[in-house]
């Protein structure tokens, strides 16, 4: 199944926003209802493909059928940019003028060896395609030549499964709730579960170095990596032939991250953990953010580890975003302070020993415990955001989201320069946002902070939105933070991670990319700038 092209995942699961909250955005941030309805699929002139007759015979040849070479409008539309709300606005606007020229579909490590020595013998530049999720321009190169989506969803086999050193080797297109389920039917699980879980797929959560919401006890998806192989231009790499090695620099890392720049992705080889028997997730509140974040700082550097651990900050506890699905509905938070939410996976004996010892740091650290029922509404709607999005969306608001990371030391300055930064900008602006935050990955050294901002659109949203993201990302290096912690840099990041690693930094990953991709066709302006 497809994405909705124009919002968040499974049509079906749209929903408009109650009245009160429709009334609450207009009375709070005046948001005036849309003047100008969406465009519709069928009704957004697409350019024919620009691609040359003998490129796209090359091309079907490589792919065996030339039915795995699409040029048709749908097709095209559907892999044109990704998901961030200035992708979302631009699509519903009918602005296509970054669309691939063609959409393939290869179905093997050679083939996408293959497409990639026909993209450098024509000049035609390639953009790898798993869920299609990224939020920050990861599919949308700025480079103003002709490039293909290149659609791996038929690369979606689990390839092998090793029960006794507890590793499985996937292939890229596999959705995470397929992986999960072919796992699940083994016993084991990857416990990887990002917000865009039911839509990512597993080579996007190494490309971005993704980071799942039960990341306190499973890992981030980069610490679950053992080993990848890889298709350039220049050949086969593979990196990773055991747990641990000091065998000289771990190339792997130069892959994770890399966001197709360096190259296609055609298998993982990750650990996997025995699936829990138990799962309990619990609510706890917190005079402050600060109480709060201090609490899980506790657990983190002193244990023991819940498995899920966040919290909402006050305005985000108020608004009832630490538990999606009460929104607008009757029984909406309405306590002061701040919801965390923990949460405890694993055999029944393990989950009751922990839980129980961490109960007693939160209780000493101030928490109020609140039941079971707040981490179980969490757990139930914990991947609904982007849908609420699409409603504000749909409603004549503006809503996005971004995040970074940072010591626990900088933490409260870079969780205030950051707020700061978009509340100027944006009143500024002429529209005053409201501006929510939470921890949802914690470390012994520090923790993530993920915001999120609602405001009135303005007469061009896009435009409107473009000053408030550079106050942000100034005010995230300015304070210490890094540009991103798990959406990853793509092109609306790149100029900022490039100040946060340094001109010898830069240099390095250009030599690298020049060496297996002389020809630039790898996702050329994403993460890396062009020389």
Request: hydrophobic share 40%; glycine share 12%.
């Amino acid at each position: 199944m497809d994405m909705l092209w124009s919002g968040w995942g499974d049509p079906d699961k749209a929903a408009p926003l109650p009245d009160s909250v429709i009334g609450l955005l207009r009375d709070l941030l005046g948001v005036a209802p849309r003047e100008n309805e969406p465009a519709q699929l069928d009704g957004i002139a697409v350019p024919q493909s620009p691609l040359a007759d003998d490129t796209l015979r090359a091309l079907a040849e490589c792919l065996g059928d030339g039915a795995y070479v699409r040029t048709d409008a749908e097709s095209r539309i559907r892999h044109t940019r990704g998901k961030s709300t200035p992708d979302l606005l631009r699509i519903r606007a009918g602005e296509v003028d970054d669309i691939p020229a063609a959409v393939l579909l290869p179905g093997s490590h050679d083939e996408v060896l293959a497409v990639l020595r026909v993209c450098a013998e024509h000049g035609v530049a390639a953009v790898p395609f798993g869920g299609g999720t990224s939020v920050v321009g990861g599919l949308a190169p700025e480079l103003k030549r002709c490039f293909v989506a290149m659609d791996l969803r038929r690369l979606d086999g689990l390839l092998a499964l090793d029960e006794v050193s507890r590793t499985a080797t996937l292939q890229p297109g596999l959705r995470a709730p397929q992986a999960e389920a072919l796992l699940n039917e083994r016993g084991f699980t990857l416990g990887h579960f990002p917000q865009s879980y039911e839509w990512a797929s597993i080579g996007g959560f190494a490309a971005a170095r993704s980071s799942g919401q039960a990341s306190a006890g499973y890992g981030r998806f980069d610490e679950m990596v053992l080993g990848l192989t890889v298709a350039t231009p220049e050949g086969t790499w593979e990196a990773g032939r055991a747990p641990r090695s000091a065998a000289g620099p771990d190339l792997r890392q130069l892959i994770l991250g890399s966001e197709g720049a360096l190259g296609v992705i055609t298998s993982v080889t990750v650990r996997i953990r025995p699936l829990p028997t138990t799962r309990i997730y619990e609510g706890w509140r917190f005079a402050s953010f600060e109480a709060g974040a201090a609490a899980l700082r506790t657990l983190a550097q002193g244990g023991p580890q819940p498995t899920v651990l966040r919290l909402s900050d006050e305005t985000e506890t108020f608004i009832g975003l630490a538990q999606p699905d009460k929104i607008g509905s009757s029984d909406a938070p309405a306590a002061a302070g701040c919801m965390a939410i923990a949460g405890f996976e694993g055999t029944a004996e393990d989950t009751a020993d922990r839980r129980a010892r961490a109960r007693k740091v939160l209780l000493g650290c101030g928490g109020e415990y609140v039941g079971e029922e707040p981490g179980d509404r969490w757990a139930h709607g914990r991947y609904n955001a982007p849908y609420l999005r699409d409603a504000l969306l749909d409603a004549g608001a503006f809503a996005e989201t971004l995040e970074t990371a940072g010591f626990w030391s900088a933490l409260p300055a870079l969780y205030d320069a950051v707020r700061q930064a978009l509340t100027a900008a944006l009143t500024e602006g002429g529209t005053p946002p409201l501006v929510m935050c939470h921890i949802s990955h914690v470390y012994e050294n520090g923790a993530s902070l993920y915001f999120t901002v609602v405001s009135a659109q303005g007469d061009d949203p896009v435009a409107h939105w473009a000053p408030a993201k550079q106050a942000a990302n100034d005010a995230i290096l300015a304070s210490g933070g890094t540009i991103s912690h798990h959406h990853g840099v793509g092109t609306d990041h790149r100029d900022w991670y490039t100040e946060e690693i340094g001109p010898v930094g830069v240099r390095i990953l250009q030599a690298v990319k020049a060496e297996i991709d002389p020809a630039g066709v790898l996702n050329p302006g994403v993460l890396i700038p062009v020389r």
